[in-house]
């Protein structure tokens, strides 16, 4: 098989994988997702001599790559909107949703959001991406090893900021019955 007919089959086997992978990471601005997964299918195809057996996970650390561009890129556009004071706050459009507003399972994404952006990638790729630890490592340009360290600790985090998120109460409530009463630790078995 050519290297063009190795591009043909990854950009058919995997162009709603990337798709995905990017639309999550762009949260709310679908119109950039189309761009970005453009041109990581243009980095593969002017490497697409490089293109491993396996490429999905090796697009993904493409896709890594054009995001952070992209992301670079809105920051400039958003500075420069913000000086020349023509946002929607700057006009009293800014709307604040309601309480009823929230999303199933926010909690989680909040909590998400107050890691760091590679503990967040990391997560991502194993949770959202179903990736093994092998298919992280190269997602992530990095030792198998490494890979799985930055997981553990990226969970371990994560855990951190789940349990720091829950009232006190909540918490309490988990060992008490319907009485009020504490469960000895006998009855908890």
């Known amino acids: 098989m050519s290297n ?12 709603w994988a990337v798709s995905r992978y990017v639309a999550r990471r762009l949260d709310g601005r679908a119109g950039e997702v189309e761009e970005v997964v453009a041109e990581v299918f243009t980095v593969a195809w002017r490497r697409r001599a490089d293109l491993p057996s396996s490429p999905l996970p090796w697009l993904y650390g493409v896709a890594r790559n054009c995001l952070a561009n992209a992301v670079r890129g809105h920051g400039r556009r958003r500075r420069l909107v913000d ?45 959202w991406e179903e990736l093994g630890i092998d298919e992280v490592a190269i997602a992530l340009g990095c030792g198998r090893r490494a890979a799985a360290m930055r997981l553990h600790r990226a969970r371990r985090r994560l855990r951190a900021e789940i349990d720091g ?8 409530m988990a060992d008490t019955t319907d009485t009020g009463h504490s469960l000895s630790e006998g009855d908890r078995r």
């Open 4 to 15: 063009d007919e190795i591009f043909a089959a990854a950009y058919r086997e995997h162009y």
């Open 83 to 127: 000086r020349l004071g023509n946002d929607d706050t700057a006009h009293g459009r800014h709307i604040a949703a309601g309480p009823e507003a929230d999303t199933p399972g926010a909690w989680v994404h909040e909590a998400l959001a107050r890691l760091s952006a590679a503990d967040q990638e990391v997560l991502r790729l194993t949770a």
């Open 165 to 172: 998120m829950r009232p006190a109460d909540l918490a309490n």
